[in-house]
């Protein structure tokens, strides 16, 4: 069978028996790989996408904009910030 059916099957059943989306496209991944290839070539694919995805440093920002997000919330200079906002841009329409 082709790989590319084999994942929109997969992803098609899974979606409609309920499984949330980010299970369903990896495991219909998974499927087609397994499908396609040995498993032992699969899982050594499937490793080595996810070590990549992993190693974006643009990814590794967001968490750290989150906890900044956090942390000036809690502080009180969030607020702060939006006031001194409205001060310098309030007058201006738009």
């Given amino acids: 069978m ?11 059943v899974l ?3 309920g499984v949330p989306i980010s299970f369903a496209i990896g495991s219909a991944a998974l499927a087609a790989l397994l499908m396609s ?7 050594t694919v499937i490793a080595q996408r996810m ?8 990814l590794l920002a967001i968490p750290f904009f989150i906890l900044a997000g956090q942390l000036m919330n809690r502080g009180g200079i969030a607020r702060r910030l939006i006031e001194l906002a409205k001060v ?4 201006l329409p738009g």
């Fill in 2 to 12: 082709n790989e590319a059916l084999i994942l929109a099957l997969v992803f098609a």
């Fill in 88 to 91: 310098i841009v309030g007058r």
């Fill in 15 to 17: 979606l409609f028996a």
């Fill in 37 to 43: 290839l040995d498993p032992a070539a699969a899982t």
């Fill in 51 to 58: 070590a990549t995805g992993l190693d974006s440093f643009a």
